[in-house]
Nanobody, 120 residues
């Protein structure tokens, strides 16, 4: 099972970016999917989560500016980021709890980081 993230880049403050992450491989189902952010010299933090029935939660720092969504047919999770500010700079990681055949419960998988740099 692999998660492939894409969509990072350089953007001016106030701008927008859309991150994508798609799961591939052999698995039974995907439970929750999430986006994490790791700013320079800071620990990785969860910023948005969506579960398998569409319940969503956001970190206070991104609520109202970021929107998480998922496309179950494509095994994808997306993060629309609007009104970006300098504090949004960091590596963004997708995460998914995936149930594979033979396991009793889903386990977490991580995509590679995609760098978002917000300039003034």
């Amino acid at each position: 099972v692999q998660l492939q993230a894409s969509g990072g880049g350089l953007v001016q403050a106030g701008g927008s970016l859309r991150l994508s992450c798609v799961a591939s491989g052999n698995f039974v189902s995907i439970n929750s999917m999430a986006w994490y952010r790791q700013a320079p010299d800071n620990p990785r933090e969860v910023i948005a989560v969506i579960n398998d029935v569409g319940t969503i939660n956001y970190a206070d720092s991104v609520r109202g500016r970021f929107t998480i969504s998922r496309d179950n047919a494509k095994n994808g999770v997306y993060l629309q980021m609007n009104n970006l500010n300098l504090e949004d700079t960091g590596d963004y990681y997708c995460n998914a709890y995936i149930q594979t055949d033979g396991l009793r419960f889903p386990i977490p998988y991580w995509g590679q980081g995609t760098l978002v740099t917000v300039s003034s």
